[in-house]
């Protein structure tokens, strides 16, 4: 997804809209998702109750469909005012593959 470097937006230090850097922030570590994701798989009762519940039978939890990495990661983009230079991250990241800056 190709996004413009600078943007007119609203900086609520100095209370007007100003031009602002986009940035996107450092990446996040991909494996702090897999301590939640084994988690919900235990709520759906993959791995609970008595006997061996065919788990000896499966293949180990890393290679199940559901851990491992997402196709597209959210984004997190930082706009750094030109005027009082200070940044504001975005409210909400949307999934996308790719960035680009043009
Ligand atoms: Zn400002």
């Not at 597209?72 to 230079?85: A, G, P």
Request: aromatic share 6%; net charge positive; proline share 4%.
């Amino acid at each position: 997804m190709k996004i413009p470097k600078t943007i007119k937006r609203h900086c609520p230090y100095c209370k007007k809209h100003t031009t602002q850097k986009v940035t996107q922030a450092k990446k996040h570590n991909p494996s702090s998702l897999k301590y939640g994701s084994k988690n919900r798989a235990k709520r759906r009762g993959a791995a609970r109750g008595i006997g061996s519940r065919g788990r000896y039978s499966k293949p180990a939890m890393s290679k199940w469909k559901m851990t491992g990495k997402k196709q597209s990661k959210k984004t997190d983009l930082r706009y750094e005012c030109s005027e009082c230079k200070k940044s504001k991250a975005q409210k909400k990241g949307f999934r996308t593959k790719k960035i680009e800056f043009k």
